[in-house]
């Protein structure tokens, strides 16, 4: 069975500061894979998403960046956060065929202070 | 652009009842799929039901049944029997079916509470 995981769960930062939030995918292949940001009392927001290594689509122009450095890890980062960075991130994978569904991860709190 | 929306932010049903959670989409395209997601408190989104659009047969997963209005550009979630574990935040969602990463689209959410 697939499982996905993220980390850390909950994140305090300064403002300012670097970012790097990890999401790996276990027991499928060559998935799509998506961050999403969720603000408080909010729907989810797509940030980025991938269709494979090293190919990273972004939504929404922003602080954040992702990559992917292996199949199936993907990263949100940034170079300094903003306090409008704070948030709850949501890591989503799918598979490729056309009939697939987006399950997500457990997710990150982010509060940037 | 696709758009989701769910008029009511906040429902409530005792428990042992049957409620329903609106949904409305506006798309110009046919072949499309659409989804009910639940956050409970851990915030883990969990997929609940999932219609494709070619089905007129409207989608059923035990307790939790859909009502697809293709034409109107609907699709409601009924949740009989409603348990105390099925307090959450209700997330309406759409999807092409083709494109490049078929990206979900998310509604504002519902905010479900079961009384005891």
């Known amino acids: 069975s697939q499982t996905i995981h993220q980390w850390p769960a909950t994140l305090v930062q300064p403002v300012g500061s670097p970012l790097s939030l990890e999401c790996t995918v276990e027991?499928?292949?060559?998935?799509?894979l998506y961050w999403y940001r969720q603000a408080a009392g909010r729907g989810l927001q797509l940030l980025f998403y991938?269709?494979?290594?090293?190919?990273i689509s972004s939504e929404v122009p922003q602080n954040l960046s992702a990559s992917r450095p292996q199949d199936r890890q993907f990263i949100l980062s940034s170079k300094k956060l903003l306090l409008s960075d704070s948030g709850f991130y949501l890591c989503?994978?799918?598979?490729?065929?056309?009939?697939?569904?987006?399950?997500f991860g457990p997710g990150t709190r982010l509060l940037v202070l | 652009a696709q758009t989701v929306t769910q008029s009511q932010p906040e429902m409530s049903v005792q428990e042992a009842e049957t409620v329903t959670l609106s949904c409305t989409y506006d798309?110009?395209?046919?072949?499309?799929?659409l989804f009910w997601y639940k956050q409970p408190p851990s915030r883990q989104m969990i997929l609940v039901i999932r219609q494709e659009a070619y089905k007129q047969q409207n989608a059923t997963e035990n307790r939790f049944s859909v009502n697809f209005q293709k034409a109107a550009k609907s699709f409601s979630l009924k949740i009989s029997d409603s348990q105390l574990g099925d307090a959450a935040m209700y997330f309406c969602a759409y999807r092409l079916s083709s494109g490049s990463a078929r990206q979900l689209t998310f509604g504002s959410g519902t905010q479900l509470t079961v009384l005891p």
């Open positions: 798309t110009s395209e046919s072949d499309y799929y």
């Open positions: 991938s269709v494979g290594i090293g190919q």
């Open positions: 027991g499928t292949s060559n998935p799509n």
């Open positions: 989503a994978w799918s598979r490729i065929a056309e009939q697939e569904t987006q399950y």
